[in-house]
């Protein structure tokens, strides 16, 4: 306990205030988190096995071919962690803002607004990561991904995995909350989310595309964490992951960094 | 359909052992009331005393349990479209519709009301004009402030040009310009013959707007007449307030009073802060007071109010 | 209650003339910001469509695994028409409902004129009939444009997938007025809503599910608005199957509106 008390840096402990926050604010509607859990594995038994068994097997990058619930498992994984983190700092997040004025509350108090973006992300991945591991335990005991098949221990690092895209879409999403000025605004972030969720791979291959096509296409978030999960629990990995998670790594922190400056403007103008 | 005129001399809304049960609970416990034509009516009473209910049967939304109530001469229960037809109503929130505009929230009531859409807009103009919202018809409703909301109601309230207008609390939580601003134009549309029938916790509200009014409380009716005779009949000309030191031991000087005032007025009422003295002549009780050896720490006389006749009947520990 | 019943059964009860005038204020909303309902109701069905029917269409019709070897966008189609006008439906019934009843209380405000509860309930079922018509007859435009009917019925799938809208709208807005809060429609939609646009026929044959899942998918109403208008729309119509999907959806929209007529009444008239 006095241990945990004065290692970690103040930069990490203030942010933590943030996340106690919003789990007083859920112990009182736990469903709410539970139900979240379902919808990845709606979607996996829907199109894993119910379109699954009307295509069969898919190829993936290296040419082998696996089956379709293989091919799409991680996909979902991955979308669920976008899907999770930008729910949670889109209409959530504006909502304290805008409306609880939760944060005009906060920056009266020794919190800073770093503290106050940053708790917000750890609370986003804290939700994220619940979601996550259930998910990889359903997937693991279906045998949908290398660790249940115990064939690749790679596909245990889809957890982190996961937590990297949650963190990259975290980041994002507030700092794009930040200029949002009413709940309208969000079709136009649906409307980035939804064709992202349905062309990145996510589904079926993309080589079908044409190459300018596929080009833009990897270029987005989605697509970089959906070939990371996808290469761990197939237990196809390459280089191109260390592309991959600096890619989000660097999208979260330079939406953290965007968040902390648009909040001054908005709180303390 | 034939319109249902009623003669000046029935009353517009009649009330006879009136009664309305949530459950096992009683709000309005067999209260009996006129409102006559071109008067203005009011319920005073605390909170929970049964003023909401009663408005709202009187406005059939709200199913009568027990006696007997016609609106214009009418059941409520039989012809409720037709006598809502005849209504303005001002609920005690704004329940206004914050995805339309200013005007529009008076033109869709027109349309309610069965104006065709070149009417309401022309009665609608009208009434932003009266309650001096011309300048705001365009915008939406969320940022208008608390008075301004208020004022939109009341016009939407008159769209149908109602012949009653039932007003439910209609300057809670307003500021004083506010109050004074809605206050004046309920007096024009008095003015005009509108029936007025509102319920307020205010007493100078009370005084300021009604010829009538029966104080409510615990769903029963507890006193009935003009503001002028209820403070007659209820309290004394004058009051004559004490205010004493506090002591280190947390009492005041007034817990020393042994008896000094005893005999110096009619009615005598403790309260934590102050001590009231109910008389026809306050200076001359003061005086006496000083006389007992008294010395308070500030000494007011006032003319009675309808304050204290409201809490004298709806309660609140006496000296005896 | 036996009252309510009998007068449902009254040509004419369920829209009166006072209800329209719930639908013009409706409508007036819709004036404002018609824009974002077209292109929110559109987005999601439109993209479903050219990523599932033409994109993961690629790997299905390899195999030519659909009854009658039907072409995979073929297949989807008419389905995410009918699925977009529960969304729609499901939506309008819920939200902006309990904000008319509890939130803004807008509704109180129209009860102060000669509007009955009724009225309320109908013109605002009326609304929900009306824009999933607009929408529906918009995605039809894009089926057709891109090649995804076989048979000129499919236009017979518009009035499908407005019933399919009502047997939503109708039950879930009986469900909205017995709520204080949208804690259960949170639950409605995970539990409800999802499930049913994955698993009631939409992107599969339901003989894929597991036997013991097959008579459920059979008692919901999206399924049978999915295989009508996919019978409508691959011009392969079987008279009775067709009969039985629209009597199975007017059913569940007929008891859906005697509930909310009671739960309107209950919630409304106190």
């Known amino acids: 306990m006095i241990a945990l008390r004065i290692a970690p840096p103040r930069a990490l402990t203030r942010p933590t205030r943030i996340v106690q926050r919003n789990m007083l604010v859920y112990r009182r509607s736990f469903m709410v988190i539970f139900s979240g859990f379902f919808e990845p594995l709606f979607y996996l038994f829907s199109m894993g096995f119910g379109v699954g068994a009307l295509i069969g097997n898919v190829p993936l990058a290296n040419g082998t071919s696996v089956p379709y619930a293989v091919f799409v498992a991680p996909a979902l994984l991955a979308s669920s962690a976008m899907n999770g983190a930008i729910y949670e700092t889109s209409n959530n997040f504006f909502f304290k803002l805008k409306y609880a004025k939760l944060y005009d509350a906060i920056i009266s108090t020794p919190m800073s607004l770093n503290d106050i973006a940053r708790g917000e992300v750890m609370w986003a991945l804290l939700r994220g990561s619940l979601y996550a591991i259930g998910f990889l335990v359903v997937i693991a005991v279906l045998g949908l991904a290398g660790l249940g098949l115990l064939t690749s221990p790679l596909g245990l690092l889809a957890f982190p995995a996961a937590m990297v895209v949650g963190f990259g879409f975290a980041g994002a999403g507030l700092a794009v909350?930040?200029?949002?000025?009413?709940?309208?605004?969000f079709d136009f972030v649906q409307l980035a989310i939804m064709p992202m969720f349905l062309f990145s791979g996510t589904f079926y291959p993309i080589d079908a595309y044409p190459p300018a096509l596929q080009a833009i296409v990897q270029a987005t978030p989605l697509y970089r964490g959906v070939h990371l999960i996808r290469a761990l629990t197939t237990g196809t990995p390459d280089a191109v992951l260390l592309l991959d998670v600096a890619y989000l790594l660097t999208m979260g922190l330079i939406g953290l960094a965007i968040t902390s400056r648009r909040l001054g403007k908005l709180l303390q103008s | 359909m034939p319109e249902t005129?009623?003669?000046?001399?029935?009353?517009?809304?009649?009330?006879?052992?009136?009664?309305?049960?949530?459950?096992?609970?009683?709000?309005?416990?067999?209260?009996?009331?006129?409102?006559?034509?071109?008067?203005a009516f009011g319920f005073l009473g605390p909170n929970g005393a049964g003023k909401t209910s009663t408005m709202r049967m009187i406005g059939t939304v709200s199913p009568v349990t027990s006696g007997e109530l016609t609106v214009f001469g009418l059941d409520p229960a039989q012809h409720g479209a037709r006598i809502r037809a005849r209504l303005g109503v001002v609920p005690q929130a704004d329940t206004l519709d914050s995805e339309l505009s200013v005007l529009e929230n008076l033109l869709i009531f027109g349309r309610y009301f069965d104006l065709s859409w070149a009417e309401s807009r022309r009665r609608a103009t009208e009434l932003l004009e009266f309650v001096q919202l011309t300048e705001r018809a365009g915008d939406k409703v969320e940022p208008l402030s608390g008075g301004m909301k208020r004022r939109l109601v009341i016009a939407r309230s008159l769209i149908n040009e109602p012949s009653l207008l039932l007003l439910d609390e209609p300057t809670t939580g307003l500021d004083p310009q506010a109050r004074h601003l809605v206050w004046d134009r309920l007096y024009r549309l008095k003015q005009r013959g509108v029936t007025l029938c509102l319920t307020t916790h205010y007493m100078d509200e009370a005084e300021q707007l009604c010829d009538r009014l029966v104080v409510m409380d615990q769903a029963r009716i507890v006193a009935e007449g003009s503001p002028r005779q209820l403070i007659d009949k209820y309290v004394t000309r004058e009051v004559l307030e004490l205010r004493f030191r506090r002591n280190d031991d947390e009492t005041d000087d007034s817990a020393h009073l042994d008896g000094r005032l005893e005999g110096l007025a009619e009615r005598i009422e403790q309260l934590p802060d102050r001590v009231l003295v109910y008389t026809a002549d306050g200076e001359a009780a003061a005086a006496t007071a000083y006389e007992r050896g008294l010395r308070p720490a500030s000494v007011l006389v006032r003319r009675s109010s309808l304050e204290d006749v409201f809490l004298r009947l709806t309660g609140r520990s006496l000296v005896d | 209650?036996?009252?309510?019943?009998?007068?449902?059964?009254?040509?004419?009860?369920?829209?009166?003339?006072?209800?329209?005038?719930?639908?013009?204020?409706?409508?007036?909303?819709?004036?404002?910001?018609?824009?974002?309902?077209?292109?929110?109701?559109?987005?999601?069905?439109?993209?479903?469509?050219?990523?599932?029917?033409?994109?993961?269409?690629?790997?299905?019709?390899?195999?030519?695994?659909?009854?009658?070897?039907?072409?995979?966008?073929?297949?989807?189609?008419?389905?995410?028409?009918?699925?977009?006008?529960?969304?729609?439906?499901?939506?309008?019934?819920?939200?902006?409902?309990?904000?008319?009843?509890?939130?803004?209380?807008?509704?109180?405000?129209?009860?102060?004129?000669?509007?009955?509860?009724?009225?309320?309930?109908?013109?605002?079922?009326?609304?929900?009939?009306?824009?999933?018509?607009?929408?529906?007859?918009?995605?039809?435009?894009?089926?057709?444009?891109?090649?995804a009917a076989a048979s000129p019925l499919v236009v017979f799938a518009v009035p499908i997938a407005v019933l399919t809208a009502l047997a939503f709208a109708a039950p879930i807005m009986a469900f909205t007025a017995t709520q204080t809060g949208d804690g259960g429609f949170n639950a409605l939609f995970r539990f409800g809503i999802t499930p049913l646009f994955l698993f009631s026929g939409t992107f599969f044959p339901i003989e894929k599910l597991p036997l013991w899942l097959q008579p459920l998918a059979w008692i919901t109403p999206l399924y049978h608005g999915v295989a009508a208008a996919r019978s409508l729309s691959i011009g392969q119509v079987d008279p009775v199957g067709l009969s039985i999907h629209v009597a199975a959806l007017a059913a569940v929209a007929l008891v859906g509106l005697w509930a909310a007529r009671i739960t309107f009444r209950r919630r409304l008239v106190v």
């Open chain 1, 177 to 185: 909350t930040t200029f949002v000025r009413h709940w309208r605004d």
């Open chain 2, 5 to 39: 005129t009623v003669p000046a001399t029935q009353p517009l809304i009649h009330a006879r052992a009136l009664t309305k049960c949530f459950g096992s609970f009683t709000a309005v416990n067999g209260i009996d009331f006129d409102v006559a034509p071109g008067e």
């Open chain 3, 1 to 147: 209650m036996t009252v309510i019943g009998l007068r449902l059964a009254r040509p004419g009860a369920i829209a009166s003339r006072r209800s329209l005038r719930v639908l013009e204020h409706d409508l007036l909303v819709f004036r404002r910001g018609w824009y974002s309902y077209v292109l929110s109701g559109m987005s999601q069905p439109f993209l479903y469509l050219v990523a599932m029917g033409i994109g993961l269409g690629l790997y299905v019709n390899r195999n030519g695994s659909l009854p009658g070897g039907v072409p995979y966008l073929d297949y989807i189609a008419p389905a995410l028409l009918v699925t977009q006008a529960m969304m729609a439906a499901a939506f309008e019934s819920a939200w902006p409902i309990m904000g008319k009843i509890h939130w803004d209380k807008t509704y109180h405000a129209a009860l102060n004129t000669p509007l009955g509860a009724l009225d309320l309930l109908a013109g605002d079922l009326m609304w929900v009939a009306f824009r999933a018509t607009l929408l529906s007859v918009l995605f039809l435009a894009v089926i057709v444009v891109l090649g």
